[in-house]
């Protein structure tokens, strides 16, 4: 059993009363990845209500099997789904009937408190943004997602909601991603570090060079280090790293690649001889942790941060322990209160920049 | 010992006569790592010749404890060295008798075939263009490195040299990476890949798009694979990567970070029980396969593809071990011609292109 990552005491999740939307039409195993993924959610915190959007013909037998989820489970009915292949604006236009596009307007209406789906990324977003809006104070959403580091673990954004980003933008990250420390990871004052090619304050592009700046001006929740590299990630540098969504998706993907490389290296080098295969017996059971740790299905939910509802990606290609863990992020965000938090946040630093500015030009806005 | 990774045939190397001038001023342990450096890359290319650009009394006395080495070596003395910390505008304009510059001009003079340093990337680039030129028909050269894969190994441009590049910057790219994946790989019909955030052609920025055109209409040395993923550069999907300096040098360094990660909790790993470190008594020689393997001395020496000479940058903390692999890196890409061969595609090309428009317009160029 893959242990969930979050840190809300298990009293907490225990007793959380919430109803969690599901797409349950999204995912290359879908629904039976999402109703499965549910159930085991479910053994972790009982107290929590599903949704399933979506056919109705397919997810009631298997519903029918599982009586525990099926007693805090309902059925909102629709038959369409939006495609893997779908554009954003295609999905936007024509899937307002679609199982991810009724599962936002749930929460959006305030009948569930967030939503999961294992659908089209770009899809997503889109309807994402014109169903749930963006909280005052942030333009743009961004997709983070958590990192495992030499230290522990850093959370990262923008993953690739955003390919071109302004010093804002880059800024409404630093501050979403440091809030998200704060309150996931428990860390009082989270750094945060801005990727880039170099450390050096002359470096990379001119949007890199601005956010720098406002950010070493700000009051921010928490420390701003500064520029850091692709090394600094998995070093763990920063709890927070912040990207351009083309830059961080590069960043995160090399690495999911990197960890499959040295998986496959692994594995061939306790093959290769009889010793190691003896040694492979031995520590096998020091590998079997060092595997669930790395599981990417531990990893498993994107966050999709600065909308006005919790709203959680999970991997197309998941099984039911990674979507199981995507529904406990969302679980998790409504716990810790995470969208409340920023939107005070926002507001202080919205307050702050106005007291800042003459008083001239603070009447003006 | 650190086998070189070129496929430079074993009688051409230690036959080449050849002279190479090294920055005996550049890198964090000059000069005695360039000395060493050249000591163990003379054991392979026993009649290479090296001239030493530097302090000739830091010099000499390393040289006087290597006879074999000071046989087949000259010091052309400055004293001026470019700091790590120098920007590459200042150490263009005030730099002209440093270690560096005379090395480059060493090899723009026709003095030696190529040139290696460890010194500052940015200011090594700036004076390499400067004094070498960029061969016609590539605008702007290109850092390219070795990547170990799943498959064997690929190359990767550009890491860093160009943080914004234009679709046209990257075809040059392509077809640059592509005659190195040629002559070195000894690849007949190298597969390209252009790094994106998704691999479906309407994905990513302009440039990438307009890129992957043209790449797609034209005769290229080897195939246009199409976009491809940060994950497909460890699994080794093309042969050849082709990127904009900001996002190659994020990929990369990722990718070193992850290496260091996944060493750590490997030792982490077998040091956590006593059947673990049985284990690793066992299987040690398999993993000292592997160590070897992917030992970063192994990948060190960039080449700065696209000038009118042979210039490789050294990774400014390797150790001699390193160094003599930047070495080997210069020697196997004046052996292999890979310049002329560059600049002969590069005017077929042209001559392609001219041919392909109408007739006006050919005049007219």
Redesign the interface.
């Known amino acids: 059993m893959i242990r969930p990552r979050f840190r809300a005491k298990d009293s907490v999740r225990q007793n959380a009363e919430l109803t969690i939307a599901l797409d349950a039409m999204g995912g290359d195993h879908a629904p039976q990845v999402v109703v499965k993924g549910a159930a085991i959610a479910r053994t972790r915190h009982p107290k929590v209500k599903y949704l399933f959007v979506g056919d109705e013909k397919r997810i009631k037998p298997l519903l029918a099997k599982r009586k525990a989820l099926a007693k805090v489970s309902d059925i909102l009915h629709t038959e369409i789904a939006i495609g893997a ?1 779908d ?1 954003p604006a295609v999905a936007l236009r024509s899937g307002r009937q679609s199982s991810m596009r009724l599962a936002l307007d749930a929460v959006a209406d305030g009948k569930a408190h967030a939503m999961v789906s294992a659908g089209n990324t770009g899809a997503l977003m889109a309807m994402a943004k014109f169903a749930l809006r963006t909280l005052p104070g942030i333009d743009r959403p961004a997709i983070a997602s958590f990192f ?3 230290r522990g673990e850093s959370v990262m954004l923008d993953l ?1 909601a955003n ?2 980003c302004d010093a804002d933008n880059l800024v409404q990250f630093a501050i979403m991603g440091s809030i998200f420390a704060q309150n996931v990871f428990g860390v009082l004052e989270p750094t945060i570090g801005l ?1 880039n ?1 170099g450390s ?1 304050e ?1 470096k ?2 001119d949007e890199l060079k601005q956010a720098s700046a406002k950010l070493r001006e700000m009051q921010l929740p928490g420390i701003y280090h500064g520029f850091i ?7 763990g540098t920063t709890e927070v790293v912040v ?1 351009d ?3 961080g ?14 998986g ?3 594995k061939r ?2 093959r ?2 009889i ?2 295969r ?10 079997r ?2 595997r669930v ?2 599981d990417p299905r531990r990893y498993n939910g994107a966050m999709f941060l600065g909308l006005g509802g919790v709203c959680v990606k999970s991997h197309g290609g998941t099984d039911a322990f990674g979507y199981a863990n995507a529904i406990g992020v969302a679980v998790d965000l409504v716990i810790q209160g995470f969208n409340d938090k920023l939107a005070e946040e926002l507001a202080r630093i919205a307050a702050q920049q106005n007291a800042a500015l003459p008083p001239s030009a603070a009447a003006a806005i």
């Open positions: 292949d554009k495992p580091t030499l690739g390919l071109e990727l090619v050096e002359m990379g592009h590299e692709g090394n600094d990630i998995p070093n990207s969504g083309f830059s998706n590069i960043a995160l993907k090399t690495a999911e690649g990197m960890s499959k490389l040295y496959e290296f692994l080098t306790f290769s001889s010793a190691a003896l040694g492979y017996l031995l520590a096998a059971a020091a590998f942790k060092l740790r790395l």
